[in-house]
């Protein structure tokens, strides 16, 4: 697990609240989905190339 990720304590030695962590794990989860949608739809963009060679031969 990335730093990113992992709730931490506020510069002012107060731990965050419950509110707070949740919003920043839910930030970083989309991130993280984002990141994996956008690799899945460039494998299906080449996945797709190579089937229009092949229907092209």
């Known amino acids: 697990m990335s730093e990113e990720t992992v709730p931490q304590q506020g510069g002012t030695g107060q731990p965050k609240g419950l509110l707070q962590q949740m919003e920043e794990l839910m930030a970083a989860l ?8 956008a690799d899945l739809q460039a494998a299906g963009d080449v996945e797709r190339g190579v089937i229009e060679e092949g229907q092209a031969g």
Do not use: E, G, R, V
Request: glycine share 0%.
């Open 30 to 37: 989309n991130a993280d989905l984002s990141a994996f949608n």
